[in-house]
Nanobody
């Protein structure tokens, strides 16, 4: 079973940047399409970006041009570089596979506020 551990969140001002990391253990995810999801208080968890095993990227309209997803298969890690952050980006961010699901990790809190 794959375990996922997200990190890198924090409190930033609008316009700031953060880089999230998701380390997978227990099995390789190098050929798995992995995504970053977020869940704001009182809202459903939604997919914001994903990356295939060959590096093809997808972004939700709300983050396109501001967020960049990447992966390091040697480290079994997926990243989310977030720039030009907005208050509406405030949420708990999770990573997981897009087709099917591993057990969810604990997520990492991103708070954007002045």
């Amino acid at each position: 079973q794959v375990q996922l551990v997200e990190s890198g969140g924090g409190l930033v001002q609008p316009g700031g940047s953060l880089r999230l990391s998701c380390v997978a253990s227990g099995n390789s995810v190098s050929i798995v399409t992995m995504g970053w999801y977020r869940q704001a208080p009182g809202k459903q968890r939604t997919l914001v970006a994903h990356i295939t095993g060959t590096g093809t990227e997808y972004y939700a309209d709300s983050v396109r041009g501001r967020f960049t997803i990447s992966r390091d298969n040697a480290k079994n890690t997926v990243y989310l570089q977030m720039t030009s952050l907005k208050p509406e980006d405030t949420a708990v961010y999770y990573c997981n596979r897009v087709a099917g699901r591993y057990l969810w990790g604990q997520g990492t809190q991103v708070s954007v506020s002045s």
